[in-house]
């Protein structure tokens, strides 16, 4: 029998504790896929996990929902949306929301996917005891229907690591704000989302993308990749009025916040201008409320306040596309901070807590 | 020298007060008009005028901004957006906004125009120091250029002025919403933007209309004009729970905001169904603050929030040509409750203010 | 064994007949149900399929793909969007379409699902070797997976039957339409698609609908259902001049062609006004080419053209709630012209072709 | 009397001749500018005016509607749409639309500017005999409310008139494709239009650009500045083959046609993608009819085909400033191909009309 090793989060007395365990290799049901894990993201909800932050986690899990490996069995001929069948030894990613249920009143008539209450996620919402279901793990069983993508060829497995869920969800923030040829784009927050956000802006014809964030640190990464500016003041009023210079004194067109700070709501709708558009995509958990004055902040201004959940395949297909597009002018795989081994994942959620590294990522095999 | 009587609002000792005076007669500029007025309305927003709440007001004023008369004179050929040239004796209305620029950042390139510095409003921020720019007058001295209706001949003065303000900010509000076919929408408030929000939802397609406000006199109107059902509960989870159930728990699709109250926006979104779409159209002056909680509310909801603000000629245009075809079907006079004549408008600004009618309306003349 | 009529349409020595057959009752896969048909309709498509005029179509096959009827069996629990199982007994209805694969880059980036090469249509592209897949047949075979939808308890099987196909297309091509509050709607040709459009643009808030179709009989539905205009000129001239009359002279905001004619769409762009919508909704077969200039009818008009091709579950579920919604103004029931038993199909697609009737509809068991 | 040496179009004996006349320099009306040419450009619609192919035209006329020029003279204080005041000195262009009314039913309800009936435009729908109201001159008069631009300091005036009509009639026709991140855009015609909407799909994050011109001379503009891939097959289907080639056998998202050429409408529809997008910007006068075939090719497609007429204010304004953002990269004044002198004129038109250069440009004083 074939040994797999994966990192566990179990409850332990009220208490989420981290653990290497085996797994045997699975049984492959026809049109599943068992994959060779290259890299599994950590990213900042792995942190919630840990802390136990998030409703409805059934512990124990294997972590890990962005993940790119190799294929290294199939039950039978799988494809991808073009028909094209995958091949044994094809470097691969795939969405980590599964069982989408095209049957209910969301997919249906609202036709809004991310809001299926059957939905399931990789490495979050899939019990350990189900079987190899996160990518903190030598291998990861992809069941049938998993939507698999085989990276383009100029697209290194670290590239698209680099992009982690922030790309996708960056992607979708920009989607939901229409940006217009020329917008003012602010972005609040330089983590992962917010950085993705701003570069699918530069992407999209903005005319100025400035990126917000308190911390000079975090800004680093934002100003490597080339926004026209970068605010890192201390205060909201100075942040706003920095805003405000930039924009001939009438805010941004659009606002994208990603910083996970409920204050962020009230000064970046300070930040847009009148008729502009906010989207609030960093408030992925609950950090508590924000107080708003509805005369001045919403119905005075004629704003758009869009908020934004998930993602769905067209995201995660448009982004490794552009991510391989625009490999050269962006150099992606500069972004991975540090790489760490099965045995170091209590390191790497501490750094990404701490927000010592921009990006950490896991390689459970030997490369 | 013939004079015309008008009510003026001035501030005396920082305190706003009521007289009638008594102006001459005004010579006209080469494409302006004189109207005799039939009507004006008294709106919440006189109310506000009243108390100092309005911001840049040029006291003293000549209040009454949505209003229908006589045209009684004109200098030259005056003529409608069809390039119809008005005659002596036609009824007709006129956009309250005035001298938009068409020349500023938000005019042209924003292609917001309702946030042009520039504008004026008849009623609001023309002084009666300048003439008679208000119609609690016998007589409204039109500018060249401002932007007058014939009124449709099945439309009768009194049908229109049932409308007022409200009629055209509903209208504004609906269009906002990108109502769909079948949809639910849920409006907060019945006062006379909400009940024209809920009738312009109907005619829009809307698979149910839900009026929410907790007088059940104030719900009378709602009833009067057929919505599909009206919830008069007085606490807030009582009211959320009965749209839930109106809706197969999910929330309307559109929840449209009128109420004033700025706690209706946490409540109003906890009404909307996930990814549905919030108008707030009632936050006309700064009654305060309110908390959201943005990850709840806004982010994991993936919900889209529109301020509405003012109106520009297409809302008014369509109001007048709808409320003309819809006339039959809604009796749109009979919304209005008393009308006062110039000497009665001290009691007509207290009726409105204590909620004790639906609908005033100030006769200058003797009808 | 019990046995199922049906009527099938098989190709012969290279010419389509019909003839009645029998099948035993089939077996139910898990998920499954049976249908004991009430209505099925007859509409242009089935003459079409008559005369071989479809590529793909895999005869022979059971013809019928609007449906009423009565669940007969069940196998296993079946629900519906809301999770509400259906009952033994239950008057449904069924989304025609079937199979589209949420797997394709059609459904899953292009978000287009009606293009997804994958699905297929009960009652033109299922064989009847592979079981009862039409509604010209006593039961029908529901496959695991099929949308089906109870009738509101107010919409009576006659008038559900008598929107068939033609209401949920209509609804399609006004939601391509995004018709607008007060817009003025011209619709090309009075059949029951374009009697659909027409009513659906007069619930969506037109401030008139005008339809235009040269045979005056086929413009008393029309007029049946409270059309504010028929016109039913017999030469291309009168009838763009008719338009204008109703329009300043400017065409209407919103033309949907529903005529099946070719050259309706030059006719059809002469009718819109400058930065108008035209929505092609009546082509659904290769009835030949048309001649347009593209200076005068395209660019120069600043026009909006849009192509509706087949329909989605959001269609066929918002027609069924509005039915039901607006069954006392239009009294569905009474579009039905004749009800046909199975024996008389060949009478029925006689009288649909020749255009004899509005609508027909097969009663495959006795009342 | 300072003397203005302009190139008047005129008609004698119903033939357009071109020549030399004087004209004294203008006295100044309140709000007016002079501009000292600095460059005019010679397009496309210059040589349909020499060969009196539009409507309309008061001959004679000074041609040349897109200009930039130095501040000679103001009568008064002219601001900008940011209301900050011109200096005499400085580098402007301006909009030469002018006189749209806001009064009209386009305007106001349709809020469809660009089919105002009221707007003029410089160097077309101006006489020579009203004054100084084209390029082709040393001088230009702004006359009250024209909409001026200052250049940003970093775009130089070859840089700007490089651009030319085509710069924002290319972006318009992007703004109407509302092209999404990762699209697939085809463009048809290598000309001025067609390059400008290649290179603003470029700048809206689009996949990949194709640009397809049968004449491998046009397509070197196209592969100078960088579009993915470039078509020049001289026959029609095998450059539909090629799309396909590139687009996975699906069509292009969305094709923009800037050809002038009636049959490239139905080969573009041809080569987009089911549910795509098509753009029809190249038909700006009457070049003759197309046939299509409307199952085929719209209705079945389910497509979007939009015309683009003109341009506004928001065009121009952000074709300048996304010309000055890019400037590096595209290097716009190596697009200008000769500069010819007042002189020049008549070898100016032959060799736009010959197609033997892609841009020329006026220079009526010497530089």
Same mark, same amino acid.
């Given at each position: /029998? ?6 566990? /989060?179990?409850? *332990? ?26 890299? +599994?993201?950590?990213?900042?909800? !792995? ?6 932050? &998030? ?5 124990? *899990?294997?972590? @890990? ?7 290294? =069995?199939?039950?039978? +001929? ?16 795939? &969405? !980590? ?7 209910? %009143? ?29 990518? %903190? ?23 698209? *690591? ?31 989302? @917010?950085?993705? #956000?701003?570069?699918?802006? /530069?992407?999209?014809? #903005?005319? $100025? ?16 990749? @080339? ?5 890192? +003041? ?5 942040? *706003?009025?920095?805003? /405000? ?27 847009? =201008? ?25 119905? =005075?201004?004629?704003? !758009?306040?869009?908020?934004? %959940? ?10 490794? $596309? ?6 050269? =002018?962006?150099? %992606? ?9 099965? @045995? ?24």
């Amino acid at each position: /029998m074939i040994e797999v090793k994966a990192v566990v /989060m179990e409850k *332990i007395a009220e208490k989420i504790e981290i653990s290497m365990k085996s797994y045997p290799e699975p049984d492959l049901a026809p049109g599943s896929v068992l994959l060779r894990t290259i890299y +599994s993201e950590v990213c900042g909800t !792995d942190v919630h996990l840990m802390k136990g932050h &998030l409703a409805g986690v059934p512990y124990p *899990i294997i972590p @890990g929902h962005i993940n790119v490996g190799v294929i290294e =069995r199939m039950n039978g +001929s799988v494809t991808d949306i073009n028909n094209e069948p995958f091949q044994i030894g094809d470097v691969v990613t795939f &969405l !980590d929301v599964h069982e989408t249920c095209h049957a209910c %009143w969301y997919c249906l008539v609202a036709k809004a996917s991310t809001r299926c209450p059957n939905r399931k996620v990789y490495g979050i919402t899939y019990s350990a005891l189900d079987g190899l279901f996160g990518g %903190w793990s030598q291998k990861i069983y992809l069941k049938p229907g998993v939507k698999i993508l085989k990276l383009p060829s100029n697209l290194t497995p670290k590239d698209f *690591i680099a992009g982690g869920c922030g790309a996708p969800t960056g992607l979708h923030a920009v989607e939901r704000a229409t940006i217009r040829l020329n917008d003012t784009v602010a972005v609040q927050g330089s983590g992962p989302v @917010g950085l993705f #956000a701003a570069i699918f802006s /530069m992407i999209s014809g #903005a005319g $100025q993308v400035i990126v917000v964030d308190p911390s000079q640190t975090r800004l680093q990464a934002a100003k490597m990749v @080339g926004v026209d500016h970068t605010i890192g +003041s201390t205060t909201s009023d100075h942040r *706003i009025a920095e805003v /405000m210079k930039l924009t001939n004194q009438r805010g941004a067109d659009v606002t994208i916040e990603a910083s996970g700070n409920p204050q962020a709501i009230s000064e970046g709708l300070r930040m847009t =201008r009148d008729n502009g558009t906010y989207v609030v995509a960093g408030q992925y958990t609950d950090a508590g409320d924000v107080v708003l004055n509805p005369h001045w902040q919403i119905n =005075r201004k004629h704003v !758009d306040i869009r908020g934004v %959940w998930g993602i769905d395949y067209s995201h995660f297909y448009k982004t490794v $596309q552009l991510m391989a597009k625009h490999r050269d =002018r962006f150099g %992606w795989h500069r972004l991975v901070s540090r790489v760490y081994g099965l @045995g170091e994942v209590q390191t790497a959620l501490e750094d990404v807590e701490s927000l010592k590294i921009f990006k950490a990522v896991i390689a459970p095999n030997d490369l």
